[in-house]
């Protein structure tokens, strides 16, 4: 099996409805992102959820309750030093847990450029439970998690080395590679 096949397992995937119902709001959850000073990504968590959970790449704790995420998403002060910031969310894997509960989990490409310095960008994974509502699929947790410094670091020196040279070898595979072959179900 190729190193391709060993990063995607299957999942028991929900119908395509759902996936694509859960899809648009994390492509919204990127725009809104992306647009830093227009509609905040708070407006995509359900409003009827009593201790909704964030957790961005960037913080120390976890954001929970609603005075947490208002002051999180809607203090301007917080955007001051911010110029812009670009989301693209990839590879959505979305699963049902309940009937009005899916699970999905994407990648993130972010980039930020604040006021002072340099344009930033880095690669995330992000995780999500939403719950359908009468408004559509909404947000009750939310979490980033970068790569760690070690996997960073691996990445960048795999990087510096040139396309050519690359393609002479097969990628290796990772400690952290799940096995190939059948899984616990024996499937």
Same mark, same amino acid.
């Given at each position: 099996?190729?190193?391709?096949?060993?990063?995607?397992?299957?999942?028991? &995937?929900? =119908?395509?409805? %759902?996936?694509? @119902?859960?899809?648009?709001?994390?492509?919204?959850?990127?725009? /809104? !992102?992306?647009? #830093?000073?227009?509609?905040?990504?708070?407006?995509?968590?359900?409003?009827?959820?009593?201790?909704?959970?964030?957790?961005?790449?960037? &913080?120390? =704790?976890?954001? %929970?309750?609603? @005075?947490?995420?208002?002051?999180?998403?809607?203090?301007?002060? /917080? !955007?001051?030093? #911010?110029?812009?910031?670009?989301?693209?969310?990839?590879?959505?894997?979305?699963?049902?847990?309940?009937?009005?509960?899916?699970?999905?989990?994407?990648?993130?490409?972010?980039?930020?450029?604040?006021?002072?310095?340099?344009?930033?960008?880095?690669?995330?994974?992000?995780?999500?439970?939403?719950?359908?509502?009468?408004?559509?699929?909404?947000?009750?947790?939310?979490?980033?998690?970068?790569?760690?410094?070690?996997?960073?670091?691996?990445?960048?020196?795999?990087?510096?080395?040139?396309?050519?040279?690359?393609?002479?070898?097969?990628?290796?595979?990772?400690?952290?590679?799940?096995?190939?072959?059948?899984?616990?179900?024996?499937?």
């Amino acid at each position: 099996m190729d190193h391709a096949a060993r990063k995607s397992p299957a999942l028991p &995937l929900v =119908d395509a409805e %759902i996936h694509a @119902d859960v899809a648009a709001v994390i492509h919204s959850m990127g725009l /809104r !992102f992306t647009d #830093i000073n227009g509609p905040q990504p708070i407006e995509l968590f359900d409003p009827d959820e009593p201790a909704p959970q964030y957790l961005g790449e960037e &913080l120390d =704790d976890w954001m %929970i309750g609603w @005075d947490a995420l208002r002051w999180y998403f809607e203090t301007p002060e /917080r !955007f001051a030093m #911010i110029e812009a910031m670009d989301y693209h969310p990839s590879n959505i894997r979305v699963r049902s847990l309940t009937d009005d509960l899916a699970l999905a989990t994407w990648n993130v490409h972010a980039e930020m450029k604040f006021r002072r310095g340099a344009p930033l960008g880095e690669k995330l994974r992000a995780n999500a439970i939403l719950r359908r509502t009468a408004a559509g699929w909404r947000f009750i947790y939310y979490a980033e998690a970068p790569k760690s410094a070690l996997a960073y670091m691996r990445d960048l020196y795999a990087n510096m080395a040139s396309p050519e040279f690359r393609a002479r070898f097969d990628p290796p595979a990772k400690l952290t590679d799940p096995p190939t072959g059948s899984d616990r179900t024996g499937q």
